[in-house]
């Protein structure tokens, strides 16, 4: 089992930065291909950035390509995304999800099992 407590979401000027953060717990989080999906109001979630167990692969959505960027720390259990050039229809909660361990990242909801709480952007014009 792996829980995720994303953390990092705020209010900030477009053109501005944010860092998200996820922690994992579980011992599995090493072997796991993990992802940052997104839904914004009365919009269906949509992915925003995965990345494989090395960190070595990563993939985006194009939307957010050249000013995003996902990564990970094994050693602390926690994944990163940095979110500059931010626009206003990047507000949204912001969700980090999981796959189960010895899967490939991908860029589809459905395959990912475990998901945190989501952490909400906020980008003003």
């Known amino acids: 089992q792996v829980q995720l407590v994303e953390s990092g979401g705020g209010l900030v000027q477009a053109g501005g930065s944010l860092r998200l953060s996820c922690a994992a717990s579980g011992r599995t989080f090493s072997s796991s291909a993990m992802a940052w999906f997104r839904q914004a109001p009365g919009k269906e979630r949509e992915f925003v950035a995965a990345i494989g167990w090395s960190g070595g692969s990563t993939y985006y959505a194009d939307s957010v390509k050249g000013r995003f960027t996902i990564s990970r720390d094994n050693a602390k259990n926690t994944v990163y995304l940095q979110l500059n050039s931010l626009k206003p229809e990047d507000t949204a909660v912001y969700y980090c999800?999981?796959?189960?361990?010895?899967?490939?990242?991908?860029?589809?909801?459905?395959?990912?099992?475990?998901w945190g709480q989501g952490t909400a952007v906020n980008v003003s014009s």
């Open positions: 999800a999981a796959r189960r361990s010895m899967l490939v990242a991908v860029t589809t909801s459905p395959a990912y099992d475990y």
